[in-house]
């Protein structure tokens, strides 16, 4: 945590001169940025898993026919399927799963009073009228919804709010496009419709956790939404996998 928290002052020395009482806050965006920056590649190896996990939509669609009434034999032959052209069921989890501990990282750093046996320097720091240890409801507590920490909260909302309508709207339009077909794993079909809601979840955690975990959460979340409809951008589709064929 000391070395963290040496990381995380010195990129806000840097910063200094740019944004003066803010740079905490700035070096924790470009950390946020950095660390993604880092997963990038392997976002980029995900992407392409998935878009070779669609080109196989047909062969699938061949397997859930022949061996429908036959659960086990199915599940053997897909996996099969995907040994052979290489494509994990899992690769779009991994980034994901390499950022959790950066995250955790951030929410340790700012919920702590004391790092290395000295007091925590780093809770004085302020994103304009918000300290960045302090969560939603301090800011609630002082100063009410339009208080000065409130309105830092406010603008955060906002943008979480637009990008989790961006990614409904995406994953919508992705899950019409390609809709689960029939026999797939017990309980998928649920899960699918929920998936398009999860980007609205992030609301939940910006409230609940520290200022600058918060401020990690909405810099990976809009980074996320600007590198999969890049990443994304020519992925095919159930209907021109089909007209292809």
Same mark, same amino acid.
């Given at each position: 945590?000391?070395?963290?928290?040496?990381? *995380?002052?010195? =990129?806000?020395?840097? $910063?200094?001169? +740019?944004?003066?009482?803010? @740079?905490?806050?700035?070096?924790?965006? #470009? !950390?946020?940025?950095?660390?993604?920056?880092?997963?990038?590649?392997?976002?980029?190896?995900?992407?392409?898993?998935?878009?070779?996990?669609?080109?196989?939509?047909?062969?699938?669609?061949?397997?859930?026919?022949?061996?429908?009434?036959?659960?086990?034999?199915?599940?053997?032959?897909?996996?099969?399927?995907?040994?052979?052209?290489? *494509?994990?069921? =899992?690769?779009?989890? $991994?980034?994901? +799963?390499?950022?959790?501990? @950066?995250?955790?990282?951030?929410?340790? #750093? !700012?919920?702590?009073?004391?790092?290395?046996?000295?007091?925590?320097?780093?809770?004085?720091?302020?994103?304009?009228?918000?300290?960045?240890?302090?969560?939603?409801?301090?800011?609630?507590?002082?100063?009410?919804?339009?208080?000065?920490?409130?309105?830092?909260?406010?603008?955060?909302?906002?943008?979480?709010?637009?990008?989790?309508?961006?990614?409904?709207?995406?994953?919508?339009?992705?899950?019409?496009?390609?809709?689960?077909?029939?026999?797939?794993?017990?309980?998928?079909?649920?899960?699918?419709?929920?998936?398009?809601?999860?980007?609205?979840?992030?609301?939940?955690?910006?409230?609940?956790?520290?200022?600058?975990?918060?401020?990690?959460?909405?810099?990976?979340?809009?980074?996320?939404?600007?590198?999969?409809?890049?990443?994304?951008?020519?992925?095919?589709?159930?209907?021109?996998?089909?007209?292809?064929?």
């Amino acid at each position: 945590m000391s070395v963290f928290a040496n990381l *995380v002052e010195q =990129l806000a020395d840097l $910063l200094q001169p +740019l944004f003066h009482a803010s @740079a905490t806050a700035a070096a924790i965006v #470009l !950390f946020t940025a950095l660390v993604r920056l880092t997963v990038h590649p392997l976002s980029r190896a995900a992407a392409r898993g998935q878009k070779a996990k669609a080109r196989l939509s047909p062969q699938i669609a061949e397997l859930r026919k022949k061996h429908g009434k036959n659960p086990e034999r199915l599940q053997k032959a897909m996996l099969e399927l995907h040994t052979k052209e290489k *494509v994990s069921p =899992l690769s779009g989890c $991994l980034p994901s +799963l390499l950022q959790l501990p @950066a995250f955790f990282l951030m929410y340790h #750093l !700012f919920s702590s009073s004391r790092i290395g046996g000295e007091p925590n320097r780093l809770l004085g720091h302020t994103l304009f009228d918000a300290p960045l240890g302090d969560r939603w409801a301090d800011a609630l507590a002082h100063g009410g919804v339009f208080g000065g920490a409130g309105l830092v909260y406010l603008v955060l909302f906002a943008v979480v709010t637009g990008v989790a309508i961006f990614n409904f709207r995406r994953t919508k339009r992705q899950m019409a496009a390609s809709p689960l077909p029939q026999g797939d794993a017990p309980g998928m079909g649920a899960m699918m419709k929920i998936m398009p809601l999860m980007s609205f979840a992030t609301l939940i955690t910006v409230a609940v956790v520290p200022l600058a975990a918060a401020l990690y959460v909405v810099t990976s979340t809009a980074w996320t939404a600007v590198e999969r409809t890049v990443l994304y951008r020519d992925m095919p589709t159930a209907g021109a996998l089909a007209t292809a064929a």
